[in-house]
């Protein structure tokens, strides 16, 4: 009896290191919300992600009201926009956790996730972008510039990305969203 429940309990530590070892790289890298509080992509798992790295004093800050349309018409078929905020491209994003979250609240009514700000390049970079930039990447090449976007499908990994000057409601990126979210 021993040697079964033995065997037992090793099939089950291995079945469970073996759906460890599945979980998305992307999902175990940790962050912060805007509030300060530890996090990471995992708590979007099953759900697409739209990672866009943000400013509140950029040419492209009115994307933030394409970006909320965009959340706020898809998120219940299972869209997520996550913002992260990010000073690194002309100090466009000077202010602290608290006057972005009043900023985007204020100005652009963002219910989306917003997170820590972070270093999006550079020898700061945040690992989550080392991850979504570096040369392993589905999508390889620093950030351009600020809102630049990821898509992240529902299975933790990149399906495309597009730079600053696409708007959220370009029609490759609706598609590639809608797309995303066809996917169970």
Avoid at 134 to 159: C, E, H, M, T, Y
Wanted: proline share 6%.
């Amino acid at each position: 009896m021993n040697l079964l429940r033995i065997a037992t309990l090793a099939a089950t530590l291995t079945l469970g290191a073996s759906l460890l070892a599945e979980e998305p790289k992307l999902q175990a890298i940790p962050i912060k919300d805007i509030d300060g509080k530890k996090t990471s992509l995992k708590a979007f798992a099953g759900k697409v992600v739209l990672a866009v790295n943000v400013a509140s004093q950029c040419g492209n800050t009115p994307q933030y009201a394409g970006l909320q349309s965009l959340y706020d018409k898809l998120k219940d078929k299972g869209l997520v926009v996550v913002g992260f905020p990010c000073n690194d491209f002309g100090a466009q994003e000077p202010g602290t956790n608290a006057e972005i979250k009043s900023f985007c609240t204020s100005n652009y009514s963002v219910t989306f996730p917003m997170m820590d700000k972070v270093h999006v390049t550079g020898p700061e970079q945040h690992p989550l972008f080392k991850e979504l930039t570096g040369a392993s990447a589905a999508f390889p090449g620093n950030v351009q510039w600020n809102f630049g976007k990821f898509l992240i499908g529902r299975d933790g990994k990149v399906l495309a990305r597009f730079e600053p000057d696409v708007e959220p409601d370009a029609a490759q990126l609706v598609k590639a969203v809608e797309d995303a979210l066809a996917k169970k």
